[in-house]
């Protein structure tokens, strides 16, 4: 056993460890004290009329299991797109997907139509924003070989949306108005206890769809030339990537709002670490690295809420804005 082999598992179990230690100190990490002992009870003896356990079960619970979702999540769909572009600055943010996403979303808060602005009308436009874009930068992909041509075109379709969205804006009523500009901030403090079902399970069909396609990520980092002749069926790979971030990306984006370079950041951590281009190894500590990370966000978030609140979409900005310049820089040497 090789010197990295070793280090790969100490870091990887101590992930493992430290998850479900942030989990529980994010659930402690709010303005007001609650012990272990209520915590436990809200679970096992829960009593609609302890304040301690509405605020436990209703509140706390739900805000740090979106929090490990959505960054276990879009750590995932970012990985796929990197190595689906062959490009480390790619994600669903920076490609568009995001955009497409909240686009839609944008259309459903301020059309003022009552199915639209349904949880299930927000997932549906969520979604096929998130899929119609990726399969715009996916044709542009197959035409332009250049990375920064593509990321410059994720780019222009993050202004050409942003413009639309500016003008939804100027005729929307105050009420709409307000609703988008409250999501826009992002919030993983809006999924009640019902709603994590859904989370749960677009991230489970997320998993495992990532580990069905481990053999042919493997063979893309060599390039999709070499994929394709090494056997690869590169166009349906493609599409089940695509189909897979889209709707982790859309379902994340509809419930928690545009979270931004968690998609970009942690994978690009990981590969730097880790050493290795096994896609096995890189989901499984995307998806616990990427909930660690946003966890920890939410904990500092919490823990300044006396003084000022910050919406996370900003918070993951002022982290991941700096390493995506330092990658840049890196790659330029």
Not at 57 to 80: D, K, N, Y
Not at 172 to 185: P, R
Request: hydrophobic share 60%; net charge positive; aromatic share 10%.
């Amino acid at each position: 056993m090789t010197a990295t082999s070793i280090r790969n598992r100490i870091l990887i179990w101590t992930l493992i460890v430290l998850l479900p230690v942030i989990a529980l100190l994010h659930l402690f990490a709010g303005q007001i004290t609650i012990s272990f002992g209520d915590f436990l009870d809200s679970i096992f003896n829960f009593d609609a009329n302890n304040l301690d356990h509405v605020i436990m079960l209703e509140l706390r619970i739900p805000r740090m299991a979106t929090a490990l979702i959505a960054g276990a999540g879009l750590s995932i769909a970012g990985l796929l797109m990197q190595t689906l572009f062959n490009n480390p600055l790619a994600g669903p943010y920076v490609l568009g997907i995001n955009s497409g996403a909240s686009l839609f979303v944008a259309f459903a808060l301020m059309t003022g139509i009552p199915f639209f602005a349904s949880d299930l009308g927000l997932i549906a436009n969520a979604l096929i924003g998130a899929f119609l874009f990726g399969m715009i930068i996916v044709f542009f992909s197959s035409i332009i070989r250049q990375q920064i041509s593509l990321l410059l075109i994720g780019l222009m379709l993050g202004s050409f949306t942003s413009a639309i969205v500016t003008i939804l804006q100027s005729v929307s009523g105050l009420q709409e108005l307000k609703l988008f500009t409250l999501w826009t901030f992002g919030s993983l403090q809006k999924v009640s206890l019902d709603q994590l079902p859904i989370l749960i399970i677009t991230l489970a069909i997320t998993i495992l769809g990532a580990f069905l396609v481990v053999k042919p990520l493997n063979l893309l980092v060599l390039g999709s030339g070499e994929a394709k002749l090494l056997g690869v069926r590169i166009k349906r790979v493609r599409f089940f990537i695509i189909l897979i971030t889209a709707l982790i990306t859309g379902v994340i984006t509809a419930y928690c709002g545009p979270i931004a370079f968690v998609g970009l950041a942690i994978p690009n951590l990981i590969r730097i670490l880790l050493k290795t281009q096994n896609h096995a190894i890189l989901i499984f500590v995307s998806l616990l690295c990427g909930g660690i990370f946003l966890l920890i966000c939410d904990i500092i978030i919490q823990l300044l809420e006396s003084s000022f609140l910050i919406p996370i979409n900003a918070f993951t900005s002022i982290i991941g804005a700096p390493f995506v310049i330092l990658l840049v820089l890196k790659r330029l040497k």
